[in-house]
């Protein structure tokens, strides 16, 4: 059904209109957040499953899988880690499953924070949105600064502002050259990444079990000693070793966030029913071999008691590194910083694209201003991408050593952000299924179906809510107050609460009930599109694979 008709005049009425097809004439048509975008809002359908795929695994294999996963081992002890991962690699797949079928289902501009308008609440969409811009435009920034920093591993002679210029000016013009272009740059840069990452697990199982120059097997010694589990900050017994396990599953939450970015290239994808659920299934398990994988080998190869871990921002504190130096091993380690190097450029690239993206849909859903909604001739959403770029020229904040204080203050605040996102995915997916169950639609008739259901998405609320809430827990001991990691730990929560409060309240959105849901409207007009684009991809075939078809 669809949801009733507001007037035109504030954000929260504008969501619950009809469609606005896009025209190129005007600046920016207005797109309600609760409709679906049946036009792609000047974006250009471009992007194939290999680009989705890889724009996923490009913006989520950062330097936390080489050098966040050793500060994680250091604080919850190899066992600890490897459960952290395992268990975040389980909300990992929820998350995509959920959003993949939300998104397959309706492949709007926006995806799915649009779409948590139509099926929970416009108040929502419109703190999911901004909690969404601020966080990855924030995100760029860091990894900006991470390269300057990773520099540094060969040279300190140039200041660290030029290397931050030269990636700004990178990420600019790849994200201004347009979707097909980016998706290309993202495609090679996420292939070294992959190679490194794989080539890496190898390596640590050789070395594990004494393949190294030293001939010294390893085994599972230091999960005997110095032990499976840390006692965190001094806490005795199995209470100190649960804190350590729960710090870590804070730290893996945060190096695992970004997978769902694919969705957002929905819009500009080429046959979305098709190809969204291939890029998924890639995705995921590509990104869980690699986090669980990486988080198993590191667990043998280092012990969490090394000083090494997380003492530099450089590849010199990364567990691959220090294994590799300790077995023998010359030359590898600048050959690795460059990777994680190529890593954090690839990240700020697609950070950037996932933020542009964000911005771009607020501007359609008259959550931003109408001048953010325009785009090139391309498709490109320069003025989204030049205002969203604008935030990463905080990295250089990271360059003074008073103002590196502020600046490590709002990186912080991303890694809450972040997750937010998860929690939000997980409720909107409960009231899309509620929605067709209560209207009558079979979820097997949809495009693509997420196999673990509701309760997929309940594991998601469950485990982000505990994260969440609990994430900022060491202040709370006595004599460990630090009012920067309190605020770190809880101000995007804050923000976000009066974000949704404050809309909900302005412009009095309602709730979405399930049997008012619109779950129909611009369904028929997505099935037209990917049966146009299946018959496009057939005529691009060569006639011997026309004749077999």
Request: overall charge neutral; hydrophobic content about 50%; proline content about 5%.
């Amino acid at each position: 059904m669809q949801s009733d008709t507001l007037s035109h005049k504030t954000p929260a009425e504008k969501m619950g209109d009809a469609d606005v097809k896009h025209d190129p004439e005007a600046d920016v048509k207005v797109q309600p957040v609760c409709a679906p975008a049946v036009s792609t809002e000047g974006l250009h359908r471009k992007l194939n499953a290999r680009h989705l795929t890889f724009i996923s695994i490009g913006s989520v294999i950062g330097t936390g899988i080489f050098l966040g996963i050793g500060s994680t081992l250091s604080t919850a002890g190899p066992v600890g880690l490897v459960l952290a991962y395992t268990i975040m690699c389980s909300v990992v797949i929820c998350v995509m499953g959920c959003a993949g079928e939300m998104v397959t289902y309706l492949p709007v501009v926006g995806a799915h924070i649009r779409l948590s308008g139509r099926f929970v609440d416009p108040a929502l969409s419109a703190a999911m949105s901004w909690n969404y811009w601020y966080c990855w435009g924030l995100i760029v920034a860091a990894e900006v600064s991470a390269v300057a920093v990773l520099i540094t591993y060969w040279t300190e002679k140039v200041p660290a502002a030029v290397w931050i210029s030269i990636s700004l000016v990178i990420i600019l013009a790849a994200n201004l050259c347009g979707p097909r272009v980016y998706a290309e740059i993202e495609f090679y840069m996420s292939t070294i990444k992959v190679i490194t990452i794989t080539g890496l697990i190898i390596l640590s199982i050789v070395l594990d079990a004494g393949g190294g120059p030293n001939h010294k097997p390893i085994g599972f010694q230091y999960w005997r000693n110095p032990g499976p589990f840390t006692q965190y900050q001094g806490v005795p017994g199995s209470t100190g070793r649960f804190l350590g396990f729960f710090s870590g599953l804070t730290g893996a939450a945060f190096s695992s966030i970004g997978t769902e970015m694919l969705c957002l290239a929905a819009a500009e994808t080429k046959n979305p029913a098709k190809v969204i659920p291939i890029a998924l299934k890639a995705t995921w398990i590509r990104i869980v071999l690699f986090y669980f994988c990486g988080a198993f080998v590191v667990s043998l190869i280092v012990p969490w008691n090394d000083s090494r871990l997380g003492s530099a921002s450089t590849a010199a504190a990364s567990p691959y590194v220090i294994a590799i130096t300790d077995a023998g091993i010359k030359g590898l380690p600048s050959v690795i910083n460059a990777a994680i190097l190529t890593s954090a450029m690839s990240a700020g690239v697609g950070d950037c694209f996932t933020a542009v993206r964000t911005l771009h849909s607020m501007a359609g859903s008259g959550l931003a201003p109408k001048i953010f909604g325009r785009t090139t001739s391309w498709g490109s959403p320069y003025v989204a991408v030049i205002a969203t770029w604008l935030l990463g020229l905080l990295a250089f904040l990271s360059v003074s050593s008073g103002a590196a204080v502020v600046f490590n203050f709002f990186v912080n605040l991303t890694a809450l952000a972040g997750i937010i996102t998860w929690l939000c995915i997980g409720i909107s997916f409960i009231r899309f299924r509620a929605g067709l169950k209560a209207q009558g639609i079979a979820v097997s008739s949809l495009p693509y179906r997420n196999w673990l259901g509701v309760y997929g998405a309940w594991w998601i609320v469950i485990v982000v809510s505990s994260i969440t809430l609990f994430s900022g827990w060491p202040v709370f001991k006595k004599g460990n107050w630090d009012t920067a990691t309190f605020f770190g730990n809880y101000l995007p929560i804050g923000l976000f609460v009066i974000i949704l409060v404050g809309f909900k309240v302005c412009y009095k959105t309602k709730f979405v009930r399930a049997s008012e849901m619109d779950v129909t409207t611009g369904v028929e007009d997505f099935v037209q599109q990917s049966e146009e684009a299946e018959e496009e991809d057939k005529a691009d075939r060569p006639w011997y694979s026309r004749i077999i078809a």
